[in-house]
């Protein structure tokens, strides 16, 4: 029994393929199997190409998959895209009416039959799929009408006969593809990294999000939306990223824990506020998901390209966290962490996502809330009041009241000022406040998390990577190892600020190490270069739009490991 199967749905932007691929996958998480589905989509709203890449498993998945045992092409171009990725023996599904020359492996799917209008038509894919993977009928019922019961009963009674009578056409007619292994009961969810990121935010105690729209960080202050009211969460929409920027600091200021979802075209109008919150000592957590650039480059597409901008942003000299998750886990817990951090040591945090992590949907178990730490807050005691100095320098982080809260006077501004709040020239102050700003540091690394290792402790190859390369690495190093190579990988969910004394040692004990990053020049190594001395001379880069796979890195590899 094979322990994973590969699926790749392709067709044009408003085929409805984005509800074929959620609604399968949700039924094959419900299934008691791992999911991965990966996106990727023009930046159209009808035609073009689109697809999404299914990973199914019966243990835990990690990269997207290279080749595939079933595509499902809604369009002719599908076929010929993506002929060249199809595994031996895989099975195509087409369009009956395409009239197209018989080889081994095609079925025609009799759509005109099946569905009485187009619309119904990924619903028939659906049922065809959900049949020749052996998916339990009473799963795929259930979620059709969830899906559609918004749109009223005749609607859901529809499509539930489309697919009834989809499900029965493949039983007599396509061939059998069961999903591996057996379900194991456990409950799982599926869900993307915008999603789980949400869930994070919202566990973390977020009451204000500002925002201005832009792919692929939408989703993020969409899905606070829909809870707003329930939850008590205000989010939003500014006239531009400066407003929606701005509006998070005073909202921060007034005591709410506050989120600026966005990418990085919208996030480098951000950046003066971002200094801003600097000096006002003001926490707030910025999630920058990453797509390609220059200006609007590929907007649909993902890259690693924004971790300078991101580190660099803002002017003056003042401290940050970024972190950057490597998967869908990652998504909530270091979501929570950062309104944490950005609390305990009053500045900027920021999440470095990216647009595969962002809408790749992974089979995950429900979130322990009872098990996450507390999240740390303003000081509401109002002791004194009359003594009380916004930035008292005598620690790093000084007591961080909140106006109205009491008879505390709580000043802020953009100029530099004293221990109250009030705007100064004095050199020996300015001095004295930048160094307590410049002592936070110390703060940030009592809470670094240090890089995850796996493989050996000194092997012959080490891959090291960020965020959502990570997952990939991890999964290539494995396959490296099966094949009697020494190999380890040592994955960042942390990229600043960096601690060398926790990774610093495995550098130093491989014979050879390679960065593997999805950007065109090795930002990440840099980095580390600049932060340790220490120099990676090779490095296997990705800038095509697309996300990294274990092929795609084991191709690029080869000739590095023949010269070791």
């Known amino acids: 029994m094979r322990e994973e199967l590969h699926l790749i749905l392709g067709g044009e932007a408003g085929q409805g393929l984005d509800t074929v691929a959620g609604l399968l996958g949700k039924a094959v998480v419900r299934s008691g199997r791992h999911l991965l589905t990966v996106q990727h989509v023009m930046s159209r709203v009808r035609g073009g190409h689109n697809n999404f890449r299914m990973r199914l498993a019966s243990r835990p998945v990690q990269g997207p998959p290279d080749t595939f045992d079933l595509l499902a092409a809604m369009s002719r171009e599908s076929v010929d895209l993506h002929r060249e990725r199809l595994a031996d023996g895989a099975v195509i599904l087409v369009d009956g009416g395409w009239d197209m020359p018989p080889e081994p492996g095609l079925i025609g799917i009799p759509f005109a039959e099946l569905a009485s209008r187009p619309v119904f038509r990924n619903v028939a894919l659906m049922g065809v799929l959900g049949a020749m993977l052996g998916i339990g009928a009473d799963i795929l019922r259930e979620l059709v009408a969830d899906n559609f019961r918004a749109k009223g009963d005749q609607i859901v009674s529809s499509n539930l006969d489309v697919l009834a009578a989809a499900m029965k056409w493949a039983a007599d007619n396509a061939p059998s593809l069961p999903l591996p292994g057996e379900g194991d009961g456990v409950t799982r969810l599926a869900m993307d990294g915008n999603q789980a ?12 999000c500002g925002y201005y729209p832009m792919s692929p960080a939408t989703s993020i202050a969409e899905g606070l939306a829909q809870v707003a009211v329930d939850l008590g969460v205000v989010v939003e929409q500014g006239e531009d990223e400066i407003a929606a920027a701005n509006m998070a600091l005073g909202a921060s200021y007034g005591g709410a824990r506050s989120i600026v979802p966005t990418s990085g075209g919208g996030f480098a109008l951000m950046t003066e506020a971002v200094s801003l919150a600097g000096v006002m000592e003001t926490p707030v957590v910025f999630v920058v998901a990453q797509r390609p650039g220059p200006a ?29 998750p490597a998967t869908v886990e990652d998504c909530f817990h270091l979501t929570h962490k950062a309104f944490d951090l950005a609390e305990k040591f009053q500045g900027p945090v920021f999440i470095l996502s990216d647009q595969y992590l962002a809408s790749a949907v992974q089979s995950v178990e429900p979130f322990d809330l009872g098990a996450l730490p507390p999240v740390a807050g303003p000081d509401l005691s109002d002791a004194d009041p009359d003594a009380y100095r916004r930035y008292d320098w005598s620690a790093p982080v000084s007591p961080r009241r909140i106006p109205g809260h009491g008879r505390s006077l709580v000043l802020a501004d953009c100029h530099e000022h004293d221990e109250k709040g009030h705007i100064i020239e004095a050199a020996d102050i300015r001095v004295r406040m930048q160094d307590k700003r410049l002592a936070k540091l110390d703060v940030l690394r009592a809470e670094i998390l240090p890089p995850v290792s796996t493989g050996e402790d000194d092997p012959d190859l080490l891959l090291v990577g960020w965020g959502s390369s990570g997952e990939v690495l991890r999964e290539v190093a494995a396959v490296l190892q099966a094949r009697g190579v020494r190999a380890a990988s040592l994955c960042f969910t942390q990229v600043w600020p960096l601690a060398p004394e926790t990774f610093l040692q495995r550098l130093h004990a491989a014979e050879c190490v390679v960065a593997v990053e ?21 490095s296997v880069l990705r800038y095509d739009g697309r996300a990294l796979t274990a092929g795609y890195v084991l191709e690029r590899l080869a000739p590095i490991l023949e010269a070791l």
């Open 197 to 208: 990121l949400v869930l994070g935010a919202l566990a973390a105690g977020v009451r204000f």
């Open 518 to 538: 999805g950007n065109s020049t090795g930002q990440f190594a840099r980095l580390l270069r600049e932060a340790t001395g220490f120099h990676i001379a090779n």
């Open 296 to 324: 609007t480059g590929l907007a649909t597409r993902t890259e690693q390209a924004d971790l300078e901008l991101v580190l660099r942003a803002g002017h003056g000299e003042f401290h940050r966290a970024i972190l950057a």
